[in-house]
């Protein structure tokens, strides 16, 4: 068929499509007084049509549209699929390690408890390094700076994971058969952070009134809603994003009951008590929150609504002089004599704090949301709500008075 033929084709066809010759057909578009080209073949007993790429007829001529249906041809003869071979080219293309982590990320964030943590360890301690890298060309020595870097910056645990992180992502890249080498596999722990280490560190109250004391005096710094933050942290023991997530909706002031669900490292379901004397704590954080669903909301554009993970941490950080933006302080907790502690250590401290006031047994294991053990655990499910109460109650006399929350209410 020529050209005169396929015009006076296109315009009486009737048909979805018609046969040009040697296996080339058109897609009529009379609208356009044009049409798609295709390909039909037959591959493993199987018929199929196949547009070709680009531009349809009449912009791709009737020789060009042969010469590229004779590549498919031979592809074809030596048992490739054409369609198929599109099909996988069409799929996202991994070459950097920043394409790798992508795509490990899209396929693990669903399975992982917290997606954030190996997000944030890529994103600062890997994508400045290596994201631009192709996978092929990561090396054993790039592994080793960056753990070492990470471990120099005092943060041993978190050179750990990193490492691990880096096992993960190149055995999904030798899943996928990007490569077949892993640069990361030869290392182990004590080439990153070393052992993990129980930590130990607690707080006496000597300390937190110290600590207080500090905190309140430098609240251009730290803020007044992370002190009132880290209050709440060492009466009530809580994990920290149960409480910089926690939505007012969770929290009913006529019982006095904060309803925390399964919003928590256990997934088990939970409600906290709430007692009188922290009342106070919480008539402020509704008024500084100013009509937010979140009790701590976001301080910067953000999507999650509430403040960053890493917002009390850098705080705290920066009381104790490290690094964690652009302007550094010096070490003022330390310089009054407060070892450093994390967050973390507030619900060591919190426990620590039930023993000296003479609370022990399963009443401060399901205070501080952790599983009974034992039989005792299979059998007993009491929830100890009122001897939770009286523990946060008791807990909170001997707090608040170091906090002097009436006293910064009054300045204001």
């Known amino acids: ?74 592809q074809i003869k030596n048992g490739i699929d054409p369609l198929a071979e599109r099909a996988r080219q069409s799929e996202v293309e991994i070459i950097t390690m920043n394409d790798l982590f992508n795509d490990w990320y899209k396929e693990k964030s669903k399975k992982l408890e917290n997606p954030n943590i190996p997000f944030r360890q890529y994103i600062r301690g890997v994508k400045p390094y290596i994201g631009n890298l192709r996978v092929e060309d990561v090396k054993a020595t790039d592994i080793r700076k960056i753990i070492q870097i990470i471990n120099d910056d005092g943060r041993p645990s978190i050179s750990n994971k990193t490492l691990y992180l880096f096992k993960h992502l190149f055995e999904h890249a030798n899943k996928l058969d990007i490569t077949q080498r892993n640069p990361a596999s030869a290392f182990k722990e004590s080439d990153a952070g070393g052992p993990t280490k129980s930590r130990d560190r607690a707080l006496s109250f000597q300390e937190i009134e110290i600590t207080l004391n500090v905190l309140r005096g430098n609240l251009g710094i730290f803020t007044y809603d992370n002190y009132l933050l880290i209050i709440l942290l060492i009466i009530f023991g809580n994990r920290k994003t149960e409480l910089t997530k926690a939505k007012w909706s969770e929290f009913d002031f006529s019982k006095n009951v904060w309803d925390l669900g399964i919003r928590n490292k256990k997934k088990s379901d939970i409600k906290i008590p709430l007692p009188k004397e922290v009342m106070p704590i919480f008539k402020e954080i509704k008024e500084r929150s100013c009509g937010s669903e979140y009790l701590f909301p976001a301080r910067k554009k953000s999507n999650s609504g509430h403040i960053s993970d890493d917002t009390l941490n850098h705080a705290l950080g920066k009381m104790f002089g490290s690094k964690v933006s652009k302007k550094q302080y010096p070490n003022l907790l330390g310089a009054e004599g407060v070892k450093h502690f994390t967050l973390h250590d507030l619900r060591r401290t919190c426990r620590s704090l039930l023993a000296e006031l003479g609370y022990e047994g399963n009443k401060v294991t399901r205070y501080l949301n952790h599983s009974i053990k034992g039989v005792a655990g299979i059998y007993n499910r009491y929830d100890y709500l009122e001897e939770r109460r009286e523990i946060a109650s008791t807990l909170a006399q001997r707090i608040l008075p170091l906090a002097k929350i009436n006293l910064i209410s009054e300045e204001k």
């Open 1 to 74: 068929m020529n050209v005169k033929e396929i015009k006076a084709n296109i315009k009486n066809c009737a048909t979805l499509r018609f046969n040009v010759g040697d296996g080339l057909y058109i897609k009529p578009n009379k609208s356009k007084n044009g049409g798609a080209w295709e390909l039909r073949y037959t591959i493993n007993g199987n018929r199929r049509f196949m547009t070709l790429s680009g531009l349809g007829f009449p912009e791709k001529s009737l020789a060009e549209a042969k010469a590229e249906a004779a590549i498919i041809k031979h």
